[in-house]
């Protein structure tokens, strides 16, 4: 469900559409009146959005990602287009954002990576354990020759031994 909302100029909502509700869990009647900021998340990062003011106020249209906040304090992710609206004199007057949350998807990309991450760790470790079971087994090989060529009595057998 894509969540719609529509500012002035300055940012202050003036509407959001059903969809916007479900996802962020705020009714109309919270956010309307109310500065975008309020739904900024709790650390914003404020390059993006210093980014996505510029782009929109110079009346061009922003794509992207960024964090906000749901109803419940929690932290969703929606990837969103937002464009200006102009007035018949060319003047913005509004900004209509058309947004898709697509926390759930992100956090299921980041467990991917992470279980991808893991399985080659795994066929590493599994790769050094066999070049290392090889040497060993030149170790030992060679052990077994010295050990048999210098005969049981040799003072260096009980090293051998202990080799193997």
């Known amino acids: 469900m894509r969540g719609v909302i529509i500012t002035t100029a300055d940012g202050v909502i003036q509407f959001v559409n059903p969809g916007f509700e479900v996802s962020a869990g705020l009714s109309r009647e919270a956010v309307v009146g109310q500065s975008v900021d309020m739904l900024k998340d709790q650390a914003p990062d404020q390059a993006l959005y210093q980014n996505l003011w510029h782009t929109i106020a110079v009346g061009k249209q922003w794509r992207g990602r960024f964090k906000s906040k ?7 992710i929606s990837e969103a287009s937002i464009a200006p609206v102009r007035d018949t004199g060319g003047r913005i007057v509004n900004y209509v954002s058309v947004e898709r949350d697509i926390t759930e998807h992100v ?9 991808q991450k893991m399985e080659s760790v795994g066929r590493l470790a599994g790769g050094v354990a066999h070049d290392f079971n090889n040497l060993l087994q030149v170790i030992l090989g060679h052990a077994e020759l ?17 080799i193997r």
């Open 70 to 76: 749901r109803a419940d304090g929690s932290c969703r």
């Open 107 to 115: 956090a299921v990309s980041e467990q991917l990576m992470r279980v």
């Open 146 to 162: 010295a050990q048999e060529e210098l005969g049981t009595e040799h003072p260096v057998c009980a090293d051998l031994r202990m």
